[in-house]
T-cell receptor, first 120, second 112 residues
Framework: GAVVSQHPSWVICKSGTSVKIECRSL??????MFWYRQFPKQSLMLMAT?????????EQGVEKDKFLINHASLTLSTLTVTSAHPEDSSFYIC????????????????FGPGTRLTVL | GENVEQHPSTLSVQEGDSAVIKCTYS??????FPWYKQELGKRPQLIID?????GEKKDQRIAVTLNKTAKHFSLHITETQPEDSAVYFC???????????FGTGTSLTVIP
């Protein structure tokens, strides 16, 4: 199946610093990737849709100036948490849209392993 | 927008018994319904999915049913094993390739 990687897997940073998280599709090209945030024992909250070569589409309530998304190539999307604060501590997961062959145009999503961000 | 509800939030079953998790969705335009399994600290893994033109799909011990009229779909796991213990999420997609709207998750515990 499609493989999606994320780097780093965990990061601890001081309040006020910026953190960049990378999401890569390893064996396929992903024109669309998604960024989610997950709090302990809670569901996946979609933050934004990242499209290669264009601006990301943010969900309501997500600050685009705080969570910068760049999808510069067909295999890489990055999420930068700017001026991180303790309340930004969370598990960030990306996913890549993968066409399902023979499904009449239906796409599914494969997830990266996630990045645990802790802001002190 | 789409609203997906999932229940129960927690479920405990004896090994060998069946487990059923149910989800409802609000937008009749949704046409794709995947199920993901997430173990603690790991990524969600796609375990089965169903399209709106199909009423049921089975893959070994896992099956999913869809009732378009009632706008609900269910995950059925038979002959449960301890390794089935995880959090399961349902999702609905409005159109092909668009965002997935996830349910709130079900924490399944299979008691040996």
């Amino acid at each position: 199946g499609a493989v999606v990687s994320q780097h780093p897997s965990w990061v601890i940073c001081k309040s006020g610093t910026s953190v960049k998280i990378e999401c890569r599709s390893l064996d396929f090209q992903a024109t669309t990737m998604f960024w989610y945030r997950q709090f302990p024992k809670q569901s996946l909250m979609l933050m934004a849709t990242s499209n290669e070569g264009s601006k990301a589409t943010y969900e309501q309530g997500v600050e685009k100036d705080k969570f910068l998304i760049n999808h510069a190539s067909l295999t890489l999307s990055t999420l930068t948490v700017t001026s991180a604060h303790p309340e930004d501590s969370s598990f960030y997961i990306c996913s890549a849209r993968v066409p399902l062959l023979g499904r009449g145009g239906v796409d599914t999503q494969y997830f990266g392993p996630g990045t645990r961000l802790t802001v002190l | 927008g789409e609203n997906v509800e999932q229940h129960p939030s927690t479920l405990s079953v004896q090994e060998g018994d069946s487990a059923v998790i149910k989800c409802t969705y609000s937008d009749s335009a949704s046409n794709y319904f995947p199920w993901y399994k997430q173990e603690l600290g790991k990524r969600p893994q796609l375990i089965i999915d169903i399209r709106s033109n199909v009423g049921e799909k089975k893959d070994q011990r896992i099956a999913v049913t869809l009732n378009k009229t009632a706008k609900h779909f269910s995950l059925h796991i038979t002959e449960t094993q301890p390794e089935d213990s995880a959090v399961y999420f349902c999702a609905a997609s409005l159109n092909t390739g668009n965002q997935f709207y996830f349910g709130t998750g079900t924490s399944l515990t299979v008691i040996p």
